[in-house]
């Protein structure tokens, strides 16, 4: 007799991004901590992964803006950064 097929756990929904950089990378940095701490559960490392991969996305792509910024702001051309 075949077996039935496993159906997969109810998808929960994604939790929202953060509303800004700073929180993005606090996140990030709590869900690096938890994964490299190694005691996790193998579903949860799945997750926890998947987050930091949204997050990770998230950061990038915020960054990205504010440089698409500073580019219009100099109008095209990015200077070297001096420091402060």
Do not use: H, N
Request: net charge negative; charged share 20%; with cysteine.
């Amino acid at each position: 007799m075949p077996k039935a097929p496993v159906s997969p756990a109810p998808a929960m929904s994604d939790p929202p991004l953060p509303t800004s950089y700073e929180a993005g990378v606090q996140e990030l940095d709590q869900l690096v901590a938890a994964l490299e701490s190694g005691q996790l559960p193998l579903d949860q490392l799945l997750v926890s992964y998947q987050r930091g991969a949204a997050l990770l996305a998230f950061c990038r792509e915020r960054l990205q803006a504010v440089e698409d910024q500073i580019q219009v702001l100099d109008a095209g051309v990015l200077k070297p950064w001096q420091g402060a």
